[in-house]
């Protein structure tokens, strides 16, 4: 809705406090509905000064709360709707926005924490490879903000390493 910015970041602040308390079967169900929303919303390009720092914090919190509902399948990380949403939230990990870089770290957390670490790891540390090789001596603050969610991230990865290795024996 092209309504006033204001509404958008307060209906999105709202859904945000209001999706933990949704079952996920509703979650799933309405997950691509949700998706084309967050997108038309996160991509509106006609109106720059209605993404504000906070609007774009809550719909990554949106995002990530409606992705971790999904469940934990290979078909389910295979759509291509479902890597756009997580590619959304993936490239906000270096955000020159704190608030926001934070609210991306988070949304991570929460998709590893339900379980969805098997197919989202390799496209995790993918991206921590890019930022990590385009530091530079003089530009070293993306490795830098990156850091503290490689710490947090990487026992998941073990986590799965582990299960591997016990699955191959």
């Known amino acids: 809705d092209e309504g006033n910015p204001s509404d958008r970041q307060d209906c999105m602040f709202l859904l945000k406090l209001l999706l933990p308390h949704v079952s996920r079967g509703v979650l799933q169900s309405k997950f691509v509905a949700a998706m084309d929303v967050f997108s038309s919303v996160l991509n509106d390009n006609t109106n720059t000064e209605s993404l504000t720092n906070s609007l774009i914090k809550h719909l990554i ?11 934990c399948a290979p078909t389910f990380w295979a759509q291509p709707k479902t890597l756009q949403s997580f590619y959304a939230i993936l ?4 955000d020159e926005r704190p608030k926001i870089r934070k609210s991306s770290h988070q949304a991570i957390r ?4 339900n379980g969805h670490g098997a197919y989202l790891s390799n496209n995790i540390v993918a991206c921590f490879e890019q930022v990590l090789k385009a530091t530079t001596q003089k530009n070293s603050k993306p490795a830098l903000v990156v850091l503290p969610l490689i710490q947090d991230v990487l026992p998941y990865f ?12």
């Open 61 to 71: 919190e949106c995002i990530g709360l409606v992705l971790a509902a999904q469940p």
């Open 91 to 94: 490239n906000l990990i270096v």
């Open 110 to 113: 929460v998709l590893l924490r």
């Open 158 to 169: 073990l986590d799965i390493n582990n299960k591997k290795n016990i699955n191959k024996k």
